[in-house]
């Protein structure tokens, strides 16, 4: 008797790729048809321009606070207050330099521009921010 053995070798067989790229093609029509896209808005900050006929006027200083409060530098007494409380005190037409503490989340920097440029507010700038080491402001 010959010796066979018990069971028969396993047959190799090949991979279809027409099968594999039709289901990425799935996968890819399904991911395109299920993505959402949302539209991110802006917020414009004019940049000052050097021209012959700029005048020099001293910017408003608006600190904000890592608690959403805000504080106007150099008018008078350093008082917090909440952004609604602070927009009447400013004045629209001259420039307004935010400075946000480190801690503050961007969201809530993006805001306040929103605000500030509702309240007819049209000379903001992103200044430098505050908290780390010192404390100078």
């Known amino acids: 008797m010959m010796n066979q053995p018990l069971m028969a070798s396993p047959v190799r067989r090949k991979i279809s790729?027409?099968?594999?790229?039709?289901?990425?093609?799935?996968?890819?029509?399904?991911?395109?048809?299920?993505?959402?896209?949302?539209?991110?808005?802006?917020v414009t900050l004019n940049t000052p321009t050097a021209s012959e006929n700029t005048i020099n006027e001293s910017p408003q200083l608006l600190r904000l606070s890592a608690d959403h409060t805000v504080t106007i530098i150099g008018a008078g007494d350093a008082v917090q207050l909440s952004l609604q409380e602070a927009i009447p005190a400013?004045?629209?037409?001259?420039?307004?330099?935010?400075?946000?503490?480190?801690?503050?989340?961007?969201?809530?920097?993006?805001?306040?521009?929103?605000?500030l440029e509702a309240s007819g507010a049209s000379q903001l700038t992103l200044g430098e921010a505050w908290g780390v080491d010192d404390d100078q402001l």
């Open 90 to 115: 400013l004045d629209p037409e001259s420039p307004i330099v935010l400075l946000p503490h480190v801690a503050t989340d961007l969201q809530t920097i993006l805001s306040v521009f929103e605000a």
């Open 17 to 42: 790729l027409t099968a594999l790229i039709d289901v990425v093609f799935i996968l890819l029509m399904f991911f395109m048809l299920t993505a959402s896209f949302t539209q991110y808005s802006t």
